[in-house]
């Protein structure tokens, strides 16, 4: 178990104050307001189209935000010149859904990327910090190997290396069990727990994986319709009494019902069109 003090004993490296955003005339984030702590595992969970992904994408300053403000490491994403945000991505690392590694490159190349991009190390110590970062995420002896030649959590395991290469302050990762088997998705989460305690890196997950989310999170921030609803441990999201969260938790369908004419009404606005009488 981790021995770090609580999160709000520890400073917020990341502050997200009433972020608003719009696809076209589509409001997806809503006022939304999170502060992520140093060293804690924040698992960002909701239904489809809670706007999870949309707050990860801002959170890597991958979007465009209406209003609010994002400060990372101290630095205000929105206003931040290239230079300052190129220094500040040097700090974070992206683990993605479905790995991206580079089909024509090796294993040990794929790691090494980042540091070929951004450093002007010489290629043996390269190899050699990539090969370490293979080792903490138990893929040594796998550095020759082509992409194609992975599993699926091997490849996991290697995105994890190549956003871990560079020891950034901050790990970002997207659906990190989605699509793996039981055993593997349980073994991406113990790897997931062990990087924090032994790095103390700030680690945020966004996944709809329940299962995985108990097991990981310090806390967890439940999005619905790009709110907020709650914000705690997993055991005061487990007995949180709101029934959107416990919907969620237990799978049941909301009861909503669509209104054909406001739908057609919502569609037409989306694509521009006007309805016609």
């Known amino acids: 178990m981790s021995s770090l003090p609580p999160p709000t004993a520890r400073d917020a490296v990341i502050e997200v104050k009433d972020l608003v955003s719009h696809y076209g005339p589509r409001m997806i984030l809503k006022g939304l307001d999170l502060d992520i702590h140093q060293g804690e595992i924040m698992v960002i969970m909701g239904g489809s189209g809670s706007g999870k ?44 859904q479905g790995g991206a590694l580079f089909s024509s490159m090796s294993v040990v190349q794929n790691i090494m990327l980042p540091l070929v991009e951004h450093t002007k190390l010489d290629p ?32 996991k395991r290697a995105a994890f290396a190549r956003a871990l290469v560079m020891d950034p302050k901050i790990l970002f990762c997207d659906e990190p069990s989605a699509g793996l088997d039981p055993a593997v998705a349980s073994a991406i989460d113990d790897l997931i727990r062990r990087l924090r ?35 705690g441990t997993v055991d005061e999201v487990r007995k949180h009494p709101n029934e959107r969260i416990q919907n969620l938790l237990n799978r049941r369908p909301e009861d909503d019902t669509i209104d054909p004419d406001d ?14 009488a």
């Open 53 to 96: 992904s949309t707050l990860l994408r801002h959170m890597l300053a991958l979007e465009t935000m209406t209003s609010g403000t994002i400060r990372i490491l101290g630095v205000d994403i929105a206003t931040a010149n290239p230079r300052r945000l190129a220094v500040l991505r040097k700090k974070m690392g992206v683990a993605f």
């Open 197 to 231: 305690d032994a790095m103390g890196t700030t680690i945020v997950v966004v996944t709809h994986e329940l299962e995985s989310a108990f097991k990981i999170a310090d806390r967890i921030a439940v999005l619905d319709q790009g709110r907020i609803l709650f914000v």
């Open 263 to 276: 739908y057609l009404r919502r569609l037409t606005a989306e694509h521009g069109t006007g309805a016609r």
């Open 124 to 155: 043996a110590t390269m190899a050699i910090m990539a090969r370490f970062k293979l080792e903490v995420v138990g893929l040594a002896g796998f550095e020759a190997l082509m992409p194609a030649e992975l599993s699926g959590g091997m490849i």
